[in-house]
């Protein structure tokens, strides 16, 4: 059978430092494949996607040597635009691939590209926006979107291309377990009817081992292993290669609504608090972002907000660490006053309130990552804790680098770190595990576990299960919170347009 | 005086095809440019802003409608008239570029960049031209998108750390904003480049549209008073 993508002693420098990201590289994709692309971050999955796609080095600098065919056709010798009808990539930051302004336009972007005609164009936009399960935003801005509706709408601006080989870079990170689901499952499932392969970097591998037919380990830019995906079953080999486990359970754990530890005496408290960005006025089909949302922030404890993609969990985050005013209720800390006042122009321990989102780079302020690190400390602390935060976290190596520098699993690596070493009182993240391999996570959970035990209170904002089933969650159920989620005309989430849940569910 | 957005004219303003908007624009613009006279001038503001606002998304509640928009028109229209020379044409200017930038951003605020590239497409533009356009538009996006960031991650770096104390601080943290804001876009439009031209950005010849704009009757009209206008405006001068 003829290989759809043939990568032989393929090596690439690429960076500042001219480091080489793939040594030696041999990969063979063929028609039916769902190959599994898995390893520690920063061990050259993106890489290799980026050089079979041709991007590097057309755009993103870097010296490619080796061979590269895709149907038969050394890489070089198509156009870009060549490759598009061949390969898609979905990019790991949705933000980075979303052209146009509406999610319909963004779906229509790559068809209309090739001159389909206009019947295609709309067969294939309806098709690939039911399958995303955005037909009830396909009008909307895509600036309006939330991050993981952002990144089923980049999903969706690959599958429109039809290409008959899905080159997928962290498809299911901030996706809602349900998206996750669906989607790899489709996109596993159009590959197969067009006589397709798919190629999926993924340190999430529950979602992708049911459909993989192989599974591909790399390690420090060389495959490791290149076998059956059986493999990941196995603690010690995913320990050797610091993967996640392929599947978790979270016993007790939140199902679109919010979770919090019984608090006997909270830090923060959010009464009945409601949000509606301006310019938006509350109907029944697109009901305000947050409703009457209660909260209790304990500390020692771990608060979860989960929900799915667009429900308002960043939303209600920032709300809580001071950055967005709601448009009614209140935020306060537990002597009564207001949250936001105090985090705005207090400093030091007991009083602050650290806020790491979605893009953390805009938190750095220094050129150095030690530099960075020791900004964030509160006065007269000793130098010493930077050293056995970033030891916790594992950036210490990443010492004497530019903070700008960084990837983005280790920038937000960094960006919690600081936040950890400016000890406030209640430390707020969200999506905290995006990009963290089965090592990392293991060092963030420890280092929040210190956290935690050491009286701090945690908010985190996730979809990960497999991150947040490893949170201490023996003390996680479900609270009286009302929680209002946007309409989703997904197949899996039915009719419910409207989550709420007035009265305790489930106590742990 | 609320004009509600459901029936009025800005709605239909809004809907029009992107062609006929764009003779609009121009109409608007013809007027700032070749009146020097203070009447026509405060008609062609009024016109911009009042295109403007009903083009803008409802903010329930806001302090200015439609009433407030023609108040400041017509006020500008009698300051300008009876006010000494010198004033008068520092006013002009600034009417000229308030009419340049509320026309302008009155056509960006209701054309999507679907139906941008489309309308250019028909009205003949090269390709390259309209992709160059449809980039820049996209940039102008990605340009606020991330100083909203920028400026939401320096409120969240704050509230935990607490306000700079010397102005050498907030100066050196403003200079790492402004060094954040431009590795990240260079970093995006390099991203946002390389995931366009995987979508076959770059290939030759025309490009297809969901939607085919069309000129409806109501366009014809529209582009017609407009030129109307605009001719009269500037010949009974």
């Known amino acids: 059978m003829d290989a759809i993508l043939e990568v032989q002693r393929l090596c690439c420098v690429r960076g500042p430092d001219g480091c080489e990201a793939l040594h030696d590289v041999g990969l063979t994709v063929r028609p039916g494949e769902v190959i599994l692309l898995a390893g520690k971050s920063g061990c050259g999955k993106s890489t290799l996607i980026h050089c079979a796609c041709g991007l590097i080095p057309r755009i993103f600098p870097g010296q490619v040597r080796g061979s590269i065919e895709l149907y038969g056709r050394t890489i070089g010798a198509l156009a870009t635009w060549e490759i598009a009808q061949r390969a898609g990539l979905a990019f790991q930051n949705p933000d980075h691939q979303l052209f146009t302004d509406t999610v319909q336009g963004e779906a229509a972007f790559g068809p209309e590209n090739l001159a389909l005609p206009q019947e295609e164009v709309a067969h294939r936009v309806e098709d690939v926006l039911r399958r995303t399960g955005l037909l009830g935003l396909r009008h909307r801005l895509t600036r309006t979107l939330s991050f993981g509706q952002k990144r089923r709408v980049g999903i969706a601006g690959v599958l429109s291309l039809k290409p008959r080989l899905f080159l997928l870079d962290e498809p299911a990170s901030v996706l809602d377990d349900e998206s996750a689901r669906s989607i790899i499952a489709d996109v596993a499932r159009l590959a197969a009817e067009m006589g ?193 935060i970033a030891e916790r976290l594992d950036i210490r190596h990443l010492f004497a680098r530019h903070p700008l520098a960084l990837s983005e699993g280790e920038s937000r690596r960094l960006a919690i770190a600081g936040a950890l070493a400016a000890q406030p009182r209640v430390l707020i993240l969200d999506e905290p595990s995006v990009g963290f391999d089965g090592h990392h996570m293991g060092c963030l959970l420890d280092a929040l576990d210190r956290y935690m035990a050491s009286g701090g209170a945690l908010v985190v904002a996730s979809n990960d299960q497999d991150f947040l089933c490893r949170l201490p969650t023996s003390a996680v159920c479900l609270s009286a919170i009302q929680q209002v989620s946007t309409a989703f005309d997904h197949p899996l989430f039915g009719s419910q347009s409207r989550v709420k849940s007035d009265k305790p569910s489930s106590t742990a | 005086m609320p004009v509600h957005h459901d029936c009025d004219v800005g709605k239909a303003a809004g809907g029009l095809d992107p062609r006929t908007k764009l003779v609009m624009v121009l109409c608007v613009y013809t007027v700032a440019c070749a009146a020097d006279d203070s009447w026509r001038l405060a008609l062609a503001l009024t016109v911009a802003a009042f295109w403007f606002w009903r083009v803008s998304p409802v903010h329930p509640g806001a302090p200015v409608d439609a009433a407030t928009w023609l108040i400041i028109g017509s006020g500008s229209l009698l300051c300008m008239e009876f006010c000494p020379e010198w004033p008068a044409a520092v006013a002009e200017s600034v009417a000229r570029v308030c009419i340049i930038l509320l026309g302008g951003g009155a056509f960006s605020r209701s054309t999507g960049t679907g139906e941008l590239a489309a309308a250019l497409q028909q009205i003949g533009c090269p390709r390259s031209l309209v992709l160059v356009l449809l980039a820049c538009q996209v940039m102008v996006g990605c340009v606020r998108q991330e100083i909203n960031q920028a400026w939401e991650a320096g409120r969240a770096r704050t509230a935990c750390l607490g306000t700079p104390r010397s102005p050498g601080l907030v100066a050196a943290a403003a200079r790492w904003a402004a060094v954040s804001f431009c590795a990240r876009l260079f970093r995006r439009a390099d991203a946002m480049a390389a995931a366009a031209e995987l979508r076959g950005f770059s290939r030759p010849g025309r490009r297809t549209s969901l939607k085919r704009p069309r000129l409806r009757l109501l366009d014809w009209c529209a582009a017609t008073a407009c030129c109307t206008a605009a001719a009269l405006l500037l010949w009974t001068h």
Not at chain 1, 263 to 272: F, I, K, N, T, Y
Not at chain 1, 296 to 302: I, K, P, R
């Open chain 1, 196 to 388: 397709g392969a798919v190629l999926v970097a993924e340190h999430r591998l529950g979602y992708v081992i049911d459909h993989a037919t192989r599974l591909v380990v790399m390690d420090r830019g060389s495959i490791v292993y290149d076998g059956s995906p059986a493999a990941a079953w196995d603690h010690e080999f995913r320990a050797r290669h610091g993967l996640r486990a392929p599947a978790c359970e979270f016993p007790k754990g939140p199902q679109f609504g919010i979770c919090s530890i019984p608090a006997a005496g909270p830090v923060l408290q959010a009464r009945r608090v409601c949000f509606s960005y301006a310019g938006h006025r509350p109907t029944a089909e697109e009901p305000a972002i947050l409703a009457d949302v209660n909260l209790d922030v304990a500390a020692s404890a771990a608060t979860v907000v989960a929900g799915p993609n667009g429900s308002g969990k960043t939303t209600l985050l920032k709300i809580l660490a001071g950055l967005l005013r709601p448009t009614s209720g209140t935020v306060r800390w537990c002597d009564g006053s207001s949250a936001a006042a105090q985090g705005m122009y207090s400093r030091g321990r007991g009083s602050s309130i650290a806020y790491v989102g979605h893009q953390p780079l805009y938190l750095f302020r220094r050129g150095q990552v030690l530099r960075e690190l020791a900004s964030w400390l509160p006065p007269k602390t000793p130098l010493d804790l930077t050293v056995d």
